[in-house]
């Protein structure tokens, strides 16, 4: 969970007050909850809503917060995102935080998204996916074919490699 991923929520900041520091909160996984008490000490009820509901654990869903505090709470997501029809795998819900047996309420829209992962496949000049595999072997053959070349010719290999790549590059560009 990077540092940036947690969500702050201000309590008691004039009087009997829930303010979260933003109105929509979005995360590529796991975060925190920031609860910063300003008033009395306080029990707060922390709800997960909608669909989030189903993938988020909120570790302490009831915490009691002293006056002057500031608590950190884990917020986890567990088991996969689904998948929408755009291929992206995300979900969207709210997290209620609410006090005084709920006479003070707020809700905080959170979208939660899966990071994209590095590509883990390429494709050829014709368009065939190639594997990372693949292109290791490729990559081993192309830097070996390149010395051979190199040394056969008198060049020097990044010579060799400079204009393979500027004719492949031209090729490409059209």
Known sequence: MAPDDSLG?????????????????????????????????????????G???TVVRVDDQNPLIEGGDERTIPVSIEGPLPKRTDGERSIEGGLTVSLGYGRVRECVGVRVFE????????RDLEGRTIG????????????????????????????LLAVVGGIVGARLTG
């Open 115 to 122: 990071r994209a992962a590095g590509p883990t496949v390429a």
């Open 51 to 53: 669909p989030l509901a």
């Open 132 to 159: 990372s595999r693949t292109m290791l072997v490729g990559a081993a053959i192309g830097a070996g074919l390149i010395a051979v070349v190199a040394h056969a010719v008198g060049w020097a290999p990044e010579v």
């Open 9 to 49: 929520i201000d309590i008691h900041r004039s009087e009997a007050t829930i303010q979260p520091t933003v109105d929509a909160f979005e995360t590529a996984g796991s975060f925190t909850l920031v609860l910063r008490n300003h008033g009395p000490t306080t029990r707060i009820h922390l709800r997960p809503k």
